[in-house]
Structures are given as structure tokens and as C-alpha cells.
């Protein structure tokens, strides 16, 4: 139920230049898709306002609504400022985090600590949640598990008095980076509201993070409002964003919160968490995938250089069956499907039951497997080269039918003639040939 679904017949509904009752049914469709999406309602007039008004000015056609539609998200999205992580002029950069009982505020604790420790930062996590016995357990388990130090009193029940003395720790042991875990309520609740102000008071917090679980839709936003003017937030994090999110409380927030969108969190382990890069967000909002997205997550994890290569290939269109193959066998280490999905090219739409299968032992992909490895590695690196006789000898070696192999051939070709074109400049160009 993303703005995907309904792009393609939107602007097929822009039929003539200069067709002002096309573009209005057109960007009627649009509200639509914008309100189903979960998209705030006010920011669906704003944007729609300024989407018609752009359009017009440019000359209404199926392009300039779609390099419009895009732009104007993107306004949207990039309008508050920074994205990622800033570190203070003076280490250690004091985090505190903050939101809802359940938004995700310890898991991404955990993975922004990751995150810096990936980055060769000296980072330290800070067990402030005394509400629930299992929370500090929780956050130990994580800190193990991604070997950064955390910081925990038993015998202390008063959470400033922790924060305060983790930060006086960082100082003296030159810690580059301080994220402090809070505990969160149900609800928005005086006492918490206190409480963090209390903490925010005490150690004086170089940003404020608040984490937004983005299954809650329109309850997100105003959650984060009422944050925002009780204790200021600096930045948000969307958690849960791989879910059955409907993508939209991403402009939401930026535009009715007016605070950056720092990171989203798209999947429950620890590597799970992306720099919000609005072009990215824009760009899987329309359903347009993020193989770049898709190339740094990677590298995250395995060799940066290789995931640079990669995108490069794909950038002039060389990408072939073993960087494939060696994407595949990456994959499945990956941490969620659902995620990765989501960021290659028309993958999600085309086929939603890939959500919901598993990778590894999946029909498809062992058959593609089957398929690449009855291949010469001449044929591997130049897909050009399957001719007929070619492609009779690798379905027979594969044990698959030729019309199988044919199928997963196509798929391959249009798969990376799509990275192609949405990874070079003529990104426009890529997405209009995309959908039309
Ligand atoms: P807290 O109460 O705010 O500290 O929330 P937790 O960090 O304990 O997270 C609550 C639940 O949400 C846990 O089951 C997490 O695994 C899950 N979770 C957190 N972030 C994400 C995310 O980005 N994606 C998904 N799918 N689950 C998440
Ligand atoms: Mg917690």
C-alpha cells in the first residue's frame, strides 16, 4: 500500500500537453495514494499544492510530474537539515534517547552504537531504563553481542544519577560517542515527560534522539510533536520502517514535526539501520527500489571496497552473474529479508511474495544458483554471450527447462538494465522508461 501501487496508472492519467483536467485527475489520484500511504493530511495539500503549481510551471506532462513529484518530496524530506549522525566539537558526543514504551529505542540504541563502532568510534551505551526488570538485561545482551561497553548500577534506581555518572566515565576514559537508553510509557505520561527532562537537565545531552516507531501511522507524528515541545528533539529515528509500513510518516514527520529524520531502522538486528538519505526514501516511496541503498548496507558488513565495485558496475551497466552470485551468497547473511527487498528495483512490487520467503531455501534462488554455476566464467562475466546452444547447455547442466532458463535470463537483464538506469544520471529517464 505504498504511493508504488497507484504511480504508474497516476500518470497515465496525464495524457496531453498542456491538459490541465488530465493533471487534475492526476493529482487527484495522487491524494489518494498520498492519504492511503498515511501520509498526514495537511502535508497531502501542501505537497499536492506544490506539485500542480512546479508541474504547471514546467509544462504539464507525464515527465515534468514525475521529476516534480520527486523534487517536491525530497523538499520535504531534506527541509529540517542534517542527516545521520553529528558528532559534537568535543568528544564525547552525548546522545539521549528517547520515545514511546516498545518504538524500538533500545534496539536502536544498540545499532547506532554498531553504526559507530563499524566507524571505529569508542562508544559506550548507557542502561537508563529501571521501569522494566528485563530492560537493562536487554541492552546488556546487545552490548555484548556488538562488543561495545555499557554502562549499568544495579543498586542505583535513580536514572540521572546513571547518566550522569556514564557521562562523567566517557570523559575521564575518551569516549568518542555516549548513547543513553531511557525508559519509555505507553503513552505520553507527565512522569516520563519529567523524568527525561530531569535526565536532559543533569547531563546536558549534546542531541536529543527520538525514536518513532512508523507502524503507528499518524500516531508517530503526534507523539513526536508532543516530545518535540516537552523536551525538544533533535533528530528522529524511524524504527520499523521494513514493516508494513506504509512509508509515508516520513513526510509526515518531516513536515509537520520539522526535525530532522536522521536514520531509519529497517529490520530488528543490529546492521538493520540506514542513514535517512531522502532521495533514497523518495525513491522507494514511489517503488523504485535502492540498489545503492542495497550496495552500502552490504558493506557494512562485508568489504566495503567490493560493494563500491559493485555499484560502479552497476552504474555503467557491466553488473554480471558473479557479482550476483556473490550478492546472493551475501544476502542471505543479510539481516532482514524484507528490507533488501524493498531496495532492489521494482522487486517489491513485482513480486510481494518474495517478502515472505526464505531466502536461502527458496526454489528461485536455488535455481538461479544452479543456473550461474552451470555457466563458463566467460559466460558469467558477459551475459551477452548466452546464445541458443549456449543456453541448451546450461539448462541441461542446471537441470532446469529451457523456458526456465529464458525466464530467470530476462529477469536478470531487465533487473540490472533497471539498476542501470535509476543509478545514472538519467535517473528521470530510468524511472519514466520504468513505468511506462
Ligand atoms: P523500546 O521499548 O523502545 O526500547 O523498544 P525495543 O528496542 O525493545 O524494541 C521493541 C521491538 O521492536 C523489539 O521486538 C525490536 O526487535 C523491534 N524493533 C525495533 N526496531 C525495529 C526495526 O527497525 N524493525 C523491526 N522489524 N523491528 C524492530
Ligand atoms: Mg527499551
Same mark, same amino acid.
Given at each position: 500500500?505504498?504511493?508504488?501501487?497507484?504511480?504508474?496508472?497516476?500518470?497515465?492519467?496525464?495524457?496531453?500537453?498542456?491538459?490541465?483536467?488530465?493533471?487534475?485527475?492526476?493529482?487527484?489520484?495522487?491524494?489518494?495514494?498520498?492519504?492511503?500511504?498515511?501520509?498526514?493530511?495537511k502535508t497531502t495539500k501542501d505537497l499536492l499544492n506544490?506539485?500542480?503549481?512546479?508541474?504547471?510551471?514546467?509544462?504539464?506532462?507525464?515527465?515534468?510530474? =514525475?521529476?516534480?513529484?520527486?523534487?517536491?518530496?525530497?523538499?520535504?524530506?531534506?527541509?529540517?537539515?542534517?542527516?545521520?549522525?553529528?558528532?559534537?566539537?568535543?568528544? +564525547?558526543?552525548? =546522545?539521549?534517547?528517547?520515545?514511546?514504551?516498545?518504538? %524500538?529505542?533500545?534496539?536502536?540504541?544498540?545499532?547506532?552504537?554498531?553504526?559507530?563502532?563499524?566507524?571505529?568510534?569508542?562508544? !559506550?551505551?548507557?542502561?537508563?531504563?529501571?521501569?522494566?526488570?528485563?530492560?537493562?538485561?536487554?541492552?546488556?545482551?546487545?552490548?555484548?553481542?556488538?562488543?561495545?561497553? =555499557?554502562?549499568?548500577?544495579?543498586?542505583?534506581?535513580? +536514572?540521572?544519577?546513571?547518566?550522569?555518572?556514564?557521562?562523567?566515565?566517557?570523559?575521564?576514559?575518551?569516549?568518542?560517542?555516549?548513547?543513553? #537508553?531511557?525508559?519509555?510509557?505507553?503513552?505520553?505520561?507527565?512522569?516520563? !515527560?519529567?523524568?527525561?527532562?530531569?535526565?536532559?537537565?543533569?547531563?546536558?545531552? &549534546?542531541?536529543?534522539?527520538?525514536?518513532? #516507531?512508523?507502524?503507528?501511522?499518524?500516531?508517530?507524528?503526534?507523539?513526536?510533536?508532543?516530545?518535540?515541545?516537552?523536551?525538544?528533539?533533535? %533528530?528522529?529515528?524511524?524504527?520499523?520502517?521494513?514493516?508494513?509500513?506504509?512509508?509515508?510518516?516520513?513526510?509526515?514527520?518531516?513536515?509537520?514535526?520539522?526535525?530532522?529524520?536522521?536514520? $531509519?531502522?529497517?529490520?530488528?538486528?543490529?546492521?538493520?539501520?540506514?542513514?535517512?538519505? +531522502?532521495?533514497? $526514501?523518495?525513491s522507494r516511496l514511489l517503488g523504485l527500489g535502492d540498489?545503492?541503498?542495497?550496495?552500502?548496507?552490504?558493506?557494512?558488513?562485508?568489504?566495503?571496497?567490493?560493494?563500491?565495485?559493485?555499484?560502479?558496475? =552497476?552504474?555503467?551497466?557491466?553488473?554480471?552473474?558473479?557479482?550476483?552470485?556473490?550478492?546472493?551468497?551475501? @544476502?542471505?547473511k543479510l539481516g532482514s529479508l524484507k528490507s533488501i527487498?524493498? @531496495?532492489?528495483? %521494482?522487486?517489491?512490487?513485482? @513480486?510481494?511474495?518474495?517478502?515472505? !520467503?526464505?531466502?536461502? &531455501?527458496?526454489?528461485?534462488?536455488?535455481?538461479?544458483?544452479?543456473?550461474?554455476?552451470?555457466?563458463?566464467?566467460?559466460?558469467?562475466?558477459?551475459?551477452?554471450?548466452? &546464445?541458443?546452444?549456449?543456453?541448451?547447455?546450461?539448462?541441461?547442466?542446471?537441470?532446469?527447462?529451457?523456458?526456465?532458463?529464458?525466464?530467470?535470463?530476462?529477469?536478470?537483464?531487465?533487473?540490472?538494465?533497471?539498476?542501470?538506469?535509476?543509478?545514472?544520471?538519467?535517473?528521470?529517464?530510468?524511472?519514466?522508461?520504468?513505468?511506462?
Amino acid at each position: 500500500d505504498s504511493i508504488t501501487g497507484s504511480l504508474k496508472g497516476i500518470i497515465g492519467k496525464i495524457r496531453h500537453q498542456d491538459d490541465v483536467a488530465s493533471l487534475n485527475r492526476a493529482t487527484s489520484e495522487l491524494k489518494k495514494a498520498f492519504l492511503k500511504a498515511d501520509v498526514h493530511h495537511k502535508t497531502t495539500k501542501d505537497l499536492l499544492n506544490s506539485i500542480e503549481i512546479e508541474t504547471k510551471k514546467l509544462g504539464i506532462g507525464q515527465n515534468n510530474f =514525475i521529476k516534480v513529484l520527486k523534487q517536491e518530496l525530497e523538499r520535504v524530506l531534506t527541509a529540517n537539515g542534517n542527516q545521520g549522525f553529528v558528532f559534537a566539537s568535543t568528544p +564525547p558526543t552525548v =546522545i539521549l534517547m528517547t520515545g514511546l514504551q516498545g518504538s %524500538g529505542k533500545t534496539t536502536t540504541t544498540g545499532k547506532l552504537a554498531n553504526y559507530l563502532k563499524v566507524r571505529n568510534k569508542k562508544v !559506550m551505551v548507557v542502561a537508563c531504563d529501571l521501569q522494566r526488570l528485563a530492560a537493562v538485561e536487554q541492552l546488556r545482551q546487545i552490548a555484548n553481542q556488538i562488543d561495545v561497553e =555499557i554502562y549499568f548500577d544495579e543498586n542505583e534506581k535513580n +536514572p540521572i544519577k546513571i547518566a550522569k555518572a556514564a557521562v562523567e566515565k566517557a570523559k575521564k576514559e575518551h569516549f568518542d560517542v555516549v548513547l543513553v #537508553d531511557t525508559a519509555g510509557r505507553l503513552a505520553i505520561d507527565e512522569e516520563l !515527560m519529567d523524568e527525561l527532562k530531569d535526565i536532559k537537565n543533569g547531563i546536558n545531552p &549534546n542531541e536529543i534522539f527520538y525514536v518513532a #516507531d512508523s507502524m503507528t501511522g499518524h500516531d508517530a507524528t503526534k507523539t513526536a510533536i508532543t516530545f518535540k515541545e516537552k523536551i525538544g528533539i533533535d %533528530g528522529v529515528v524511524l524504527s520499523k520502517y521494513d514493516g508494513d509500513t506504509k512509508g509515508g510518516v516520513a513526510l509526515s514527520i518531516a513536515s509537520q514535526v520539522e526535525v530532522p529524520l536522521r536514520f $531509519i531502522g529497517i529490520g530488528e538486528k543490529m546492521p538493520d539501520l540506514e542513514v535517512f538519505i +531522502p532521495d533514497r $526514501i523518495v525513491s522507494r516511496l514511489l517503488g523504485l527500489g535502492d540498489i545503492a541503498g542495497l550496495a552500502e548496507k552490504t558493506s557494512t558488513i562485508f568489504d566495503e571496497k567490493k560493494a563500491k565495485e559493485v555499484s560502479k558496475k =552497476i552504474k555503467k551497466g557491466e553488473f554480471n552473474f558473479n557479482d550476483f552470485l556473490e550478492q546472493l551468497s551475501m @544476502m542471505s547473511k543479510l539481516g532482514s529479508l524484507k528490507s533488501i527487498i524493498g @531496495m532492489i528495483p %521494482g522487486l517489491s512490487s513485482a @513480486m510481494p511474495a518474495l517478502k515472505d !520467503m526464505d531466502f536461502e &531455501n527458496s526454489v528461485e534462488i536455488k535455481r538461479i544458483k544452479a543456473l550461474i554455476s552451470s555457466m563458463t566464467p566467460k559466460e558469467r562475466e558477459n551475459p551477452d554471450l548466452l &546464445n541458443p546452444s549456449r543456453k541448451k547447455r546450461i539448462s541441461s547442466g542446471a537441470g532446469l527447462s529451457e523456458v526456465q532458463v529464458n525466464k530467470i535470463l530476462k529477469q536478470f537483464k531487465s533487473a540490472s538494465k533497471m539498476a542501470k538506469q535509476l543509478s545514472s544520471k538519467g535517473g528521470m529517464k530510468g524511472l519514466h522508461n520504468m513505468l511506462s
